[in-house]
């Protein structure tokens, strides 16, 4: 056990949450007095602490991936996690770590700013990949695994696992990026830039003071549907609604006509009061800001230091969000330092979001990779 | 001349206007009493009347598609139009006309109701495709065009040719369509919806109420970013901004830190202002319902009646709002009817905006045919 801070623990249904009551320091410069790091974990820890797996999660996922005897509903990735199954708790002491940042446990700009007694909202400290990466590695020490069987990030979660691997470059033996990236690359950033320009051009934005009585649900609304837009594909979309028409909401001036409007209205309005505006603002922020090879030469030279027995990338051709290339950057990149990394990129019709919904398809490609690592 | 409708024309610089003082039965069902439609010309107009080619625009712009003696200002295709040019003047007869729903001469939303005074605004009947194909026609009509020798048809203006097409089966003898298809799919339309409904959740949009003082700027400024990323590409971007950071504007929280995000902001700046909203709305819209198989079997059926030489069909491979396989799909279904069809797919990494700067590749692959054509 790391001694150099205070910690407490507390558990709500699955969830366990790691209390660190000394200051938190942002690689931004900013610090707060204390975070709380929520997880969930399925399966044993076994003796010698050797049989951990880490799922870090894209923006929005809390840390129920699974559902477990504590928490039965089902989590994020159900048919990913559990005995037997692709990340498999027979065998494997699985963590999944809520981001720093974000609003589903975890301390964020939602959380209360014991200064004030509000929230932090903007006066929490510019968030990066570096901050949500320490924040898991807090659980890692409280948990006393000193490394990692293997490490799994899908998306966002990617970029954490590579922020945590220059934080501690032994930390894990294996690692399974998947529809990720090693730093933000522009279309991306655009994608994401008018997307919480949406939010801050709410009138109930008004910078960060919005209530629940006055949410800013019209830009959240824009900005998930821009997400959908950018998650899902082309292909995708022609072949489930073609030109059909909605029945579903009434037909508004310029408004819902096509099945795939209604589809993206009734996917949007789920997410509008379920993730908290300031919060989705500061984690996408920090995907563009990451870049693994910052400060350094190039990207090779940033990943010099990793020390890796093996890695899988798992990429999707119809993703235009984190695309192909970024997947072929980062096998080619382990490769060339001689980390054995084998390069899987997937026909997959759902684009970035195929990982959450192809199982069919990922199922083998992460098992194949997991039960194969010692 | 076509004698069942009075007719009268001006001029303003080198933009003619054809008044057409009677009813105008828009395929909607809706009416209204008049209307003009802009075009402007280049080249002479031999005595058979044989050697016109109609330009039909994308969604935004005007009929000054080239500089002229009458205005030497640029024109929006200025490298295609002109003597020796891709689209040759010197043997040529070119047409190119403003849509009829546009702001940028012909009658549109933004045009004055002579029954109010004012503007139509949203009192304008509900516009398709088979409209403006229909004002195009008048043009031809006016000016004793019985048949063209081509058609040229990018992006939207595509689908205007299809319709005309449908119109008038033998109205031209060769069709170029580039970047366009023959119905809308549905990534466009979630596309095309998201940007109305940023323009109409806008508080200044005030249900089409808008005035100069009280523009629905935010709403223009958001749908035009989202415009700008559709109409590019990822490796563009990549390759023309990386991670640059900008210096334009000054660093608003959650806004401009990379030059892709100044570059989106200060293209969208130059467009608010030159659009109207409401013209806007009514021509994004006038897209998605456009599917020329509409009453049809298949597509093939709804082409059966076309009568054409030739065709060709040039696409660009990274363009996601007009995807190539739509492309694909033209030139198969004009083969199968026997129409002799060239297609080409460009390499071009600028996406859809392709055929309005990668001259290098559009001058060619134009010029190539119609310089071959009788």
Chains 1, 2 share one sequence.
């Not at 929005?60 to 991936?65: L, M």
């Not at 949406?198 to 821009?226: C, F, Q, S």
């Not at 993703?319 to 899987?344: A, M, N």
Request: glycine share 8%.
């Amino acid at each position: 056990m790391n001694a150099s801070f205070h910690i407490s623990s507390a558990q709500r249904g699955a969830t366990q949450f790691l209390h660190v009551e000394e200051t938190f320091r942002f690689a931004s410069g900013g610090e707060i007095p204390r975070v709380d790091i929520a997880y969930e974990t399925w399966g044993e820890l076994n003796s010698s602490h050797s049989n951990a797996i880490l799922i870090l999660t894209g923006l929005s996922p809390d840390a129920h991936a699974a559902s477990s005897e504590k928490d039965p509903t089902d989590g994020w990735w159900e048919p990913m996690i559990g005995p037997g199954k692709p990340i498999d708790t027979d065998r494997n002491f699985v963590i999944c770590v809520n981001s720093l940042g974000s609003c589903k446990g975890s301390t964020g700009p939602g959380s209360n700013n014991p200064k004030t007694g509000g929230q932090y909202r903007l006066a929490f400290p510019d968030l990066t990949m570096h901050d949500i990466a320490k924040g898991a590695h807090l659980v890692l020490q409280s948990l006393e695994i000193e490394q990692l069987r293997a490490m799994v990030g899908p998306s966002m979660g990617g970029m954490s696992c590579f922020a945590l691997m220059k934080q501690a470059p032994r930390i894990t033996r294996h690692f399974l990026a998947i529809s990720t990236a090693a730093r933000a690359e522009p279309f991306g950033i655009a994608i994401r830039s008018l997307q919480r320009e949406m939010i801050v051009r709410d009138p109930h934005w008004k910078d960060g003071a919005y209530t629940n009585e006055d949410w800013p649900e019209t830009g959240m609304r824009l900005a998930r549907k821009l997400g959908m837009i950018s998650y899902r594909s082309e292909p995708e979309w022609r072949k489930r609604f073609g030109r059909e028409l909605q029945d579903r909401y009434n037909e508004r001036l310029f408004g819902m006509h096509f099945s795939v409007e209604s589809y993206l209205e009734s996917a949007a309005r789920k997410f509008t009061r379920n993730f908290d505006p300031c919060c989705y603002l500061y984690l996408s922020r920090a995907i563009d800001w990451y870049d693994i090879s910052d400060g350094y030469e190039n990207m090779q030279a940033a990943f010099a230091d990793i020390e890796l027995e093996s890695s899988k990338v798992i990429g999707v051709e119809t993703d235009f969000l984190w695309p192909p290339h970024q997947q072929r950057e980062i096998c080619r990149t382990f490769s060339r330092k001689g980390v054995d990394c084998h390069l899987e990129m997937l026909p997959s019709i759902q684009g970035h979001d195929s990982f959450l919904v192809d199982y069919r398809r990922f199922r083998p490609a992460v098992e194949s990779y997991l039960k194969n690592i010692d």
